[in-house]
């Protein structure tokens, strides 16, 4: 018997692991049957919301964010990623940073996470970023909404709070773009600056209707194939969690902690755990039923423009730029995690300099 016949005879601590695991299922079945399977019915009915938040709800989320992707790629054509590079890129100049860091930021506020790694991976690699500075861009790009239908919906709940929406967005949208990687710069030093003829162009050359209809089939592929089974697993691990009773306790806990900082808890917790769109909507919902303190307002519109929820930096980040930039997953991981933790101290901050003045 030669010797990998031997070591596949041996038992691998793994399958320990999965034999403890059978008994203990066959445990449970015997025993605690009525609490298995209704751990797993909470699973599958907290699993389904998702469905109807996004795709068979009133609030028609799903065709929200298909719309916002449309006019994400829309303004893309017209020549508006360019225009902003063009504005962006001295300043990037003068805090010695390669301006492609913002690219990823940029197509984040038009279209989505997903969308912006998948472009600005390559382009980071193009113009020569060094490691640094690809975790920048990875931690800026976090600072921006992941769907475009994020602003929108944002902007219809501020000015149902009695808010003027502009400077909110020049402050916790655009603002970011250059105070993130010059405090980023602080700690990631090697970075260096470059000049427009290091960049290429970005406006892309299709048709108006290959980018009418291509949009729109990017934000179905967003919906159903990045959002919904994200936001799924998510769900059917809330759905455990509210079986044994903990879900209450941490969302009351991580409510409490937001409002205490200046972000609206209920809105602030979906933003969190679920999806800033959501967020949005329920904000805008609340907003026309009861009376909301206006900082609590901002604090929730600023937060919800970032890449939270938590299965997008520690999953769909990863997976977009992985194998495309210098980084290694965990790299990737941990850059996330550094912008959105960034992104939640900034609109605690934002949020408590507009209520000195709302």
Not at 124 to 145: H, L, R, S, W, Y
Not at 169 to 184: D, K, M, S, Y
Not at 303 to 313: D, F, G, M, R, T
Request: aromatic fraction near 10%; glycine fraction near 10%; charged fraction near 15%.
């Amino acid at each position: 018997m030669n010797t990998q016949a031997q070591d596949r005879k041996k038992w691998n601590p793994i399958e320990y692991v999965g034999l403890g695991l059978l008994v203990v299922i066959l445990l449970c079945i015997f025993f605690f049957h009525q609490g298995f399977s209704g751990m797993f019915d909470a699973m599958f009915t907290r699993a389904y919301k998702m469905f109807e938040f996004y795709l068979f709800g009133a609030s028609k989320l799903g065709a929200a964010i298909v719309v916002s992707v449309m006019t994400g790629r829309i303004l893309e054509r017209l020549g508006f990623t360019d225009a902003l590079m063009r504005i962006f890129l001295p300043v990037m100049k003068y805090i010695k940073v390669n301006a492609a860091v913002v690219v990823g930021v940029i197509y984040n506020i038009l279209g989505d996470v997903n969308a912006a790694g998948r472009i600005a991976g390559p382009v980071v690699m193009k113009a020569g970023c060094t490691k640094d500075e690809q975790k920048i861009a990875i931690a800026t790009m976090c600072n921006a909404p992941c769907s475009f239908s994020i602003i929108v919906l944002g902007i219809m709940s501020l000015s149902l709070a009695g808010i003027n929406p502009f400077p909110v967005i020049i402050v916790g949208i655009f603002l970011p773009i250059i105070i993130v990687p010059a405090f980023l710069k602080l700690f990631w030093r090697d970075t260096k600056a470059v000049d427009i003829t290091d960049l290429p162009r970005f406006t892309p050359e299709t048709g108006p209707m290959d980018t009418l209809f291509g949009s729109a089939r990017e934000g179905a592929q967003l919906v159903f194939l990045f959002i919904l089974p994200a936001g799924c697993a998510i769900f059917a691990l809330i759905g455990i969690l509210e079986y044994f009773g903990v879900w209450s306790v941490i969302t009351s806990a991580l409510g409490g902690f937001l409002e205490m900082i200046g972000i609206e808890p209920n809105t602030g917790v979906d933003t969190i755990v679920t999806a800033g769109t959501l967020a949005m909507n329920n904000l805008k919902t609340a907003l026309a039923e009861n009376t909301i303190a206006k900082k609590l307002v901002v604090g929730s519109f600023v937060l919800a423009n970032s890449s939270w929820p938590i299965q997008v930096p520690l999953g769909q980040i990863p997976a977009v730029w992985g194998g495309v930039v210098d980084l290694k997953n965990s790299e990737i991981m941990v850059s996330a995690l550094i912008g959105c933790i960034i992104r939640l101290v900034y609109a605690a901050l934002v949020a408590q300099i507009f209520g000195l003045f709302l």
